[in-house]
C-alpha cells in the first residue's frame, strides 16, 4: 500500500501542475494522433511507414526518420519556448527557415544539379 500511495502522490504532484494550456495542448495532441491513426487504417493509401521509410521499397530511410525526429523534437521546443514565455523573433524565424525552407532549398538544390548535368567524380 506504501508504494501505491508514493505513486498516486506523484502523479497527483503532476497534474496539480497542469493548466488549461497544457490540458489544451494534450487533448490536441491525442486528437491529432487519432486522425492520423485513423487515416492510416483507412481505405486511403496514407501510411505512417511513409514519414521514416521509402514507399517503393518500403525500407527505412536514415535521412527521413532523422528529419521527422528533429522534426518533433523542435517542435516540442517550440511549444515549451513560448510556454515558458523565452519565444523571440530569431527563434521564430529559425524555425519557419529550417522547416518551411528546408522543401524550396532541396527542389533548387536538384535542379541546379540537373542544370549541370551529370557529376562525375
Same mark, same amino acid.
Given at each position: *500500500? /506504501?508504494?501505491?500511495?508514493a505513486? &498516486? ?5 503532476v #497534474?496539480?501542475k497542469?493548466?488549461?494550456l ?5 487533448v490536441?495532441? #491525442? ?9 492510416h /487504417? ?6 505512417l511507414?511513409? &514519414? ?5 521499397t518500403d /525500407? ?5 526518420a532523422?528529419?521527422?525526429?528533429? #522534426? ?8 515549451a519556448?513560448?510556454?515558458? /514565455?523565452? *519565444? ?6 529559425g ?7 528546408a522543401r $524550396? &532549398?532541396?527542389?533548387? *538544390?536538384?535542379?541546379k ?7 562525375? $567524380?
Open positions: *500500500m /506504501k508504494y501505491v500511495d505513486i &498516486l502522490g506523484y502523479w497527483g504532484g #497534474f496539480e497542469l493548466g488549461p497544457e490540458l489544451l495542448l494534450g490536441m495532441m #491525442f486528437a491529432g494522433a487519432w486522425v492520423l491513426y485513423q487515416a /487504417k483507412g481505405p486511403s493509401n496514407f501510411n511507414r511513409h &514519414l521514416i521509410a521509402d514507399p517503393v /525500407k527505412v530511410v536514415l535521412e527521413k532523422a528529419s521527422l525526429g528533429a #522534426f518533433l523534437v523542435s517542435s516540442w521546443g517550440f511549444i519556448l513560448i510556454h515558458y /514565455k523565452l *519565444m523571440s523573433e530569431w527563434y521564430f524565424v524555425y519557419m527557415v529550417a522547416w518551411a525552407g $524550396p &532549398l532541396t527542389m533548387y *538544390m536538384a535542379k544539379g540537373d542544370a549541370n548535368g551529370p557529376q562525375t $567524380p
